[in-house]
């Protein structure tokens, strides 16, 4: 019983640790996502897009659980400010896929890797050598046990 429950408290202090660090992480990119004032819809609608390639507006619905008129909306505003585009399916002329434009796939390819790692490359800047390796070797260790688990 002993055991169990210095288990559960070493879990729960990793996930505090986890919770913690992924707050930290998502700085800089929330910081970046407000600047180019898009709302939590809109965010999630150029996830799904930049992430699939392009999507036909029912495919994206259903990606982002949304209805198809708030989506369809959604992809107006987002065409608008030229961040989303429709292409007209060639052997479907009724059909079309809606994708990020260039400027967007750019910005993604560019700029966000570099924000989106900051804060993990500013720590790893202040870390001695040894830290960065045992750093990494505990995630190694925990995604391994973690991934071992879930696959039971």
């Known amino acids: 019983m002993a055991k169990e429950t210095k288990l559960t408290g070493m879990a ?29 819809p809109q965010r999630s609608v150029m996830q799904a897009l ?40 060639p052997a479907d002329g009724r059909a079309s896929t809606i994708v990020v434009t260039g400027m967007v796939r750019d910005y993604m390819r560019d700029m966000y890797p570099a924000i989106a790692l900051h804060p993990v490359t500013a720590a790893l800047r202040r870390a001695k050598p040894a830290e960065r ?5 505990g995630l190694r260790t925990l995604r391994r046990v973690v991934e071992a688990t879930a696959r039971r």
């Open 12 to 40: 729960q202090e990793i996930e505090g640790h986890m919770r913690a660090i992924r707050q930290i992480l998502r700085r800089p990119v929330e910081a970046e996502f407000a600047r180019g004032n898009l709302t939590g």
């Open 133 to 137: 390796t045992a750093i990494v070797e």
């Open 50 to 89: 930049f992430q699939a390639g392009g999507l036909s507006l029912k495919e994206l619905s259903r990606s982002v659980g949304l209805a198809h008129s708030t989506v369809s909306g959604i992809v107006d505003r987002l065409q608008k400010r030229g961040m989303a585009e429709r292409r007209t399916n």
